[in-house]
């Protein structure tokens, strides 16, 4: 089992943002794998409109990603935060997988039919 570091939008709808954030670490459980998901967790804690504690939830966000597998990038829109991700794992070399949401809405429409013909 794989740990992967899962990065998607977390500003501007932000509950909307959180509810694709949770169906990208379903579909990552679904691929037989383990995630961390910084921006379901930090921003519980940490201020996302304070820039100081932002800058803060980014760089421990970092720390978890060196100790990851592979980091996967959801969604069309790639946010700053999730840039720095991804540069930061070239960086360091671990693999980069990009997910689209229609990706996503595949692999759950199976998953349904699947149950369905049971």
């Known amino acids: 089992m794989k740990l992967i570091y899962v990065a998607s939008p977390y500003a501007g709808d ?11 670490c379903r579909y990552v459980l679904n691929e037989g794998n383990a995630f961390f998901c910084p ?11 304070n820039p100081e ?5 980014i760089n421990i966000g970092k720390e ?10 959801f969604g069309g ?19 980069i997988k990009r997910i689209r949401e229609m990706d996503i ?10 149950r369905m013909d049971r």
């Open 105 to 114: 809405e595949i692999e759950e429409e199976a998953l349904f039919c699947m």
């Open 14 to 24: 932000i509950k909307k943002n959180i509810e694709y954030a949770k169906q990208a």
């Open 53 to 57: 504690e932002r800058r803060l939830g």
């Open 77 to 95: 829109h790639i946010s700053q935060g999730m840039f720095e991700e991804i540069d930061f794992a070239r960086g360091i070399g671990i693999p």
């Open 39 to 49: 921006h379901l967790l930090y921003p519980q804690i940490l201020d996302d409109n």
């Open 64 to 73: 978890f990603l060196a100790k990851c597998d592979e980091l996967w990038v």
